[in-house]
T-cell receptor
Framework: TQLLEQSPQFLSIQEGENLTVYCNSS?????LQWYRQEPGEGPVLLVT???GGEVKKLKRLTFQFGDARKDSSLHITAAQTGDTGLYLC????????????WGLGTSLAVNP | DTEVTQTPKHLVMGMTNKKSLKCEQH?????MYWYKQKAKKPPELMFV???????INESVPSRFSPECPNSSLLNLHLHALQPEDSALYLC?????????????FGNGTRLTVT
């Protein structure tokens, strides 16, 4: 059973388009983290959201944490080719802070 | 540049070889991790060291043997691997102890078992 459902799994869009990636669970998370991984590199942390209803912006990226802390979304405005990569959500389950639970990832390709 | 350094970047080994992967961080982090990652999949946790002691072993086969010589170093010793062990091996560190600590990853070792 996948504790964190991430969708879509694959996404191919044109430069300039907007997109949203979702990360959902039936469990409560004490926090959710978003990472981006480029080919040949390790994942890099983009943001951590901790408070229910929290919204964080990172340039063209907007992250939301659901009010009930069971879901999160990543919205990218006016995608650029440099946004191409694997986006991963990961969270600490409210009942167990020892181990990070990972979503399956969203492989994003932004075409020129 | 990543603050977690992994060597080597690439490794090709036969099924009878013994090799080691190395990881180093100087951020003062007290938790260190080994993950295995297949292409376009999320990292899979293998081992966690907390304050230099093994705290989590995710039922990893004994052909993988972790070692934490000190708080800055983490090794993964490999012996008698199988071709299906070919993957990207990622090391990570975190402040540990702090709730919801994010992970800092190295760029991984790309391992091919022939």
């Amino acid at each position: 059973t996948q504790l964190l459902e991430q969708s879509p799994q694959f996404l191919s869009i044109q430069e300039g388009e907007n997109l949203t990636v979702y990360c959902n669970s039936s469990s409560v998370f004490s926090s959710l983290q978003w990472y981006r991984q480029e080919p040949g590199e390790g994942p890099v942390l983009l943001v951590t959201v901790v408070t229910g209803g929290e919204v964080k912006k990172l340039k063209r990226l907007t992250f939301q944490f659901g009010d009930a802390r069971k879901d999160s979304s990543l919205h990218i405005t006016a995608a650029q080719t440099g946004d191409t990569g694997l986006y991963l959500c990961a969270g600490y389950n409210a009942g167990n802070n020892r181990k990070l639970i990972w979503g399956l990832g969203t492989s994003l390709a932004v075409n020129p | 540049d990543t603050e977690v350094t992994q060597t080597p970047k690439h490794l090709v080994m036969g099924m009878t070889n013994k090799k080691s992967l190395k990881c180093e961080q100087h951020m003062g982090h007290r938790a260190m991790y080994w993950y295995k990652q297949k292409a376009k999949k999320p990292p899979e946790l293998m081992f966690v060291y907390s304050y230099e002691k093994l705290s989590i072993n995710e039922s990893v086969p004994s052909r993988f043997s972790p070692e934490c010589p000190n708080s800055s170093l983490l090794n993964l010793h490999l012996h008698a691997l199988q071709p299906e062990d070919s993957a990207l091996y990622l090391c990570a560190s975190s402040a540990g102890g702090a709730v919801n600590s994010p992970l800092h990853f190295g760029n991984g070792t790309r391992l091919t078992v022939t």
